[in-house]
């Protein structure tokens, strides 16, 4: 469950660009935040995704156009966050699940973003260890002169059908 959610409207930068619509989900914890709420956030994420999703359908097939663009991110504020796979991965991508951590000191209270400051490699071994039934080979060639070598590539030799087609 949710504790609050925040709706902004950022009026379009110069005529003509699109209206952008940003919605905040937020869940304040009392006690470190775990795998659980950190999954039930996700959850409420695809929720409002598919929602917006049906919206925009049901308005195309009217023969609407959309004149805007939408963003949903979700929050999670909490005194401290478990170490985990799940938890260190997103902390270290800072993308559609942020990371907050409060102090209360004196009367004061303080907010401050939390992330583990890992390097890149270190969230490609995460990802690989989140992501540890899709078949990985670590390749020492590098296709690209932008990436590091090491880093995980896809199989090369698995079967057409088996293959996932994006």
């Known amino acids: 469950m949710l504790d609050f959610v925040s709706v902004h409207h950022h009026e379009p930068p110069a005529p003509g660009a699109p209206h952008l619509f940003a919605v905040n989900l937020w869940k304040c914890a009392s006690g470190p935040v775990k795998t659980e709420t950190v999954s039930a956030m996700s959850a409420s994420l695809l929720v409002v995704r598919t929602g917006y999703a049906q919206i925009l359908e049901q308005a195309e097939c009217r023969g609407r156009r959309r004149r805007h663009r939408f963003t949903v991110q979700g929050h999670i504020i909490g ?88």
């Not at 071994?125 to 039934?133: G, N, T, W, Y």
């Open 79 to 166: 005194p401290s966050f478990e170490r985990n796979r799940l938890i260190d991965s997103l902390s270290v991508m800072k993308g559609e699940v942020v990371f907050w951590t409060f102090n209360q000191d004196n009367g004061r209270f303080t907010v401050e973003p939390y992330f583990i400051d890992e390097d890149v490699e270190h969230c490609a071994r995460l990802l690989e260890e989140v992501l540890d039934h899709l078949a990985w080979d670590k390749s020492s060639a590098s296709p690209d002169l932008n990436s590091e070598p090491g880093l995980l590539t896809p199989l090369e030799g698995m079967e057409e059908n088996s293959r996932v087609k994006i």
